[in-house]
């Protein structure tokens, strides 16, 4: 398992931007697939976008597709996502997690290490 710290969230009104981080310390960085995940209250976590190791690919939920973008620095050890066009339903404790296997993941389970988590709060 590696040590994830989520950074960035905060409160914005609908159609703001935020842009959260991920760090991780560990030189492996670069051999995860990382994800990010979001849990409403009352709802389960659910997939929001997921990175291959070198940065190419990419896959989103349909929801966040074109507001939405997931990049890393592999020298930095971080992980982005850049949310814009933001509205009330993203509102959640968005977690970054890190997959060892090279293939994307879409699944909780697909995931052995998580972050803390950081609230994103969207106001109308």
């Known amino acids: 398992q590696v040590q994830l710290v989520e950074s960035g969230g905060g409160q914005v009104q609908a159609g703001g931007s935020l842009r959260l981080s991920c760090t991780n310390s560990?030189?492996?960085?670069?051999?995860?697939?990382m994800g990010w995940f979001r849990q409403a209250p009352g709802k389960e976590r659910e997939f929001v976008a997921t990175i291959s190791r070198n940065g190419v690919t990419t896959y989103y939920r349909d929801s966040v597709k074109g507001r939405f973008t997931i990049f890393r620095d592999n020298a930095k050890n971080t992980v982005y996502l850049q949310m814009n066009s933001l509205n009330p339903d993203d509102t959640a404790v968005y977690y970054c997690?890190?997959?060892?296997?090279?293939?994307?993941?879409?699944?909780?389970?697909?995931?052995?290490?998580w972050g803390q988590g950081t609230q994103v709060t969207v106001s109308s």
């Open positions: 997690a890190a997959r060892t296997l090279a293939t994307l993941g879409q699944y909780a389970n697909q995931y052995s290490s």
């Open positions: 560990d030189e492996s960085f670069s051999t995860h697939v």
